[in-house]
């Protein structure tokens, strides 16, 4: 004969009860992770590498920092991998007067295994001989892979807008700031 046993059972003692719910609670949350060993490899092979090639306007190293099928969309829509890296080659050849820096600042950092997802803002800021600095401010998500060791984008989505709400100084400065040389 087949009993079923229900967690609602008053024939089981509480404390068993107590200790499978822990046990099932401890099973799902073993593979996440906020482990701040990932937070330092992503800010070592990911956002630092990042922000250097951006700044320099390095496409080679800018994207050799993505999957060969990463995914880039916009509000203009989806651009697979090899299509997005071609435009950021033709993107970072053209000749931009002055220099460009790029800032980050994360909101929620999660793992799980190879896979890592990122929510945050950035800020452009554009500096031109004889003009007043002007920045851009922007919301990211981010899709990361281990691919042999090292963290990839595979997917990078971010926008001006949340809503009818323009990011702006306040929601970056919100945000936890990333320091990468």
Not at 22 to 49: H, K, R, Y
Request: glycine share 8%.
């Amino acid at each position: 004969m087949i009993r079923q046993i229900s967690l609602l059972n008053p024939i089981i003692p509480t404390g068993l009860c107590m200790v499978i719910l822990m046990l099932m609670g401890t099973t799902v949350m073993m593979g996440q992770s906020d482990d701040t060993s990932f937070v330092a490899e992503i800010n070592e092979q990911v956002w630092a590498p990042f922000k250097h090639a951006y700044e320099t306007r390095n496409a080679e190293l800018f994207n050799s920092l993505h999957t060969d099928d990463a995914l880039r969309i916009t509000e203009g829509g989806i651009t697979p991998g090899p299509e997005y890296k071609a435009r950021i080659t033709e993107g970072f050849q053209r000749k931009f007067d002055g220099t460009i820096t790029i800032d980050f600042a994360h909101e929620h950092r999660l793992y799980y295994g190879d896979l890592g997802y990122e929510v945050g803002y950035y800020r452009i800021s554009y500096n031109r001989p004889g003009q007043e600095e002007t920045n851009s401010y922007g919301r990211f998500h981010v899709l990361l892979r281990k691919i042999d060791g090292t963290w990839k984008i595979a997917q990078d989505w971010d926008t001006e807008m949340v809503g009818s709400h323009k990011i702006s100084e306040i929601e970056f400065l919100g945000a936890q700031s990333l320091k990468v040389d």
